[in-house]
C-alpha cells in the first residue's frame, strides 16, 4: 500500500506543530457518495511508560461487518508522549501495519481524531493525507470543542463546535450511553462520517471497525507479553 513521504518523522515537538500547520493547508473536506465496499478501523496499544507500540488495522466487509483481513506492527517509538501531538507518536507504527495490509479499504477509521483537534490534524487526518484514502476519527474522549443537548436515545447526535468552527458530532450509539466524537479526517465530511459510523454499530458503544481493531491489537499485546521469556529472580544456590 502506497504511503506518501509528506516529512521526516525524527522532529521535535516544535518542528511537529509547524508540520500539523503545514498539512493543514491540504486537507480536503467532501462529501463521501454511496457506501463503501471495505471498512477498516485502526488502532494502537501500548503499556504505560512503554516505548513498544502495537498497531493494527482489521478491514470488514461493509454490509456484513464480517472481517477478511487484518495486519499489525510491533514497533519502538522515540517521540514522546504529548497531547495534541499523539500522531507523531502512533503513526510510524500504524504506516508499518498498513504496508502488510493484503487488501485495500475504501474508507478507514481510526480511534481518535479528525479535524476536531485544536490544529485541525488529528491521527486520523494525519494519516489520511499519508494514505490519501477517505479517513474519519471515532474518538471515545473529547479533545477540543464543545457540543450542545443529546438526546439520550441511540442514534442521537449534536454539532461538536470549536473556536466558532463546527469540527465534527457526537453521537449516542447506545441508549444512555456516553456518545463517541466523529469527525472527518480527509476526504470526508461530517455528514458522511456520522451516516457511515452509525451504519457500523452493533450493539456496542464502539463502531465495529474500531472494536475490531482494539481487540485485534490488545489480543497482540497480551500475546507479546506472554512470549517474553521469565527471568528467574531466585538467589543464586550456594552449591
Not at 522532529?11 to 471495505?38: H, M, Y
Not at 502495537?54 to 461493509?62: E, G, I, Q
Not at 441508549?175 to 462520517?193: C, L, Q, W, Y
Request: proline fraction near 8%; aromatic fraction near 6%; hydrophobic fraction near 40%.
Amino acid at each position: 500500500m502506497n504511503i506518501e513521504p509528506l516529512h521526516p518523522w525524527n522532529l521535535t515537538p516544535t518542528e511537529a506543530v509547524k508540520v500539523q500547520r503545514d498539512l493543514r493547508e491540504r486537507i480536503r473536506i467532501e462529501p463521501f457518495s454511496g457506501e463503501p465496499e471495505l471498512i477498516a478501523g485502526a488502532d494502537i496499544s501500548f503499556n504505560l511508560y512503554s516505548s513498544t507500540v502495537y498497531a493494527a488495522f482489521v478491514v470488514l466487509d461493509f454490509s456484513s461487518l464480517e472481517v477478511i483481513a487484518r495486519a499489525s506492527a510491533v514497533v519502538e517509538v522515540h517521540f514522546p508522549y504529548i497531547p495534541g501531538l499523539l500522531s507523531f507518536r502512533e503513526i510510524p507504527p500504524l504506516i508499518q501495519a498498513w504496508e502488510k495490509l493484503e487488501v485495500e479499504p475504501d474508507v478507514v477509521v481510526f480511534d481518535g481524531q479528525g479535524i476536531a483537534h485544536p490544529r485541525r490534524l488529528g491521527i486520523a487526518t494525519h494519516m489520511g493525507l499519508l494514505i490519501d484514502k477517505p479517513t474519519m476519527g471515532c474518538a471515545k474522549s473529547l479533545l477540543t470543542g464543545r457540543f450542545g443537548e443529546l438526546e439520550e436515545a441511540a442514534g442521537a447526535t449534536a454539532d461538536l463546535v470549536d473556536r466558532g468552527e463546527t469540527v465534527g458530532a457526537a453521537l449516542r450509539t447506545k441508549n444512555k450511553t456516553k456518545p463517541v466524537f466523529i469527525s472527518p479526517g480527509h476526504r470526508m465530511d461530517i455528514e458522511s462520517a456520522v451516516r457511515i459510523i452509525q451504519k457500523t454499530v452493533r450493539g456496542y458503544r464502539i463502531p465495529e471497525p474500531t472494536r475490531q481493531a482494539h481487540l485485534y491489537v490488545n489480543e497482540l499485546r497480551r500475546e507479546q507479553i506472554l512470549a517474553r521469556p521469565s527471568v528467574d529472580r531466585r538467589p543464586p544456590s550456594n552449591v
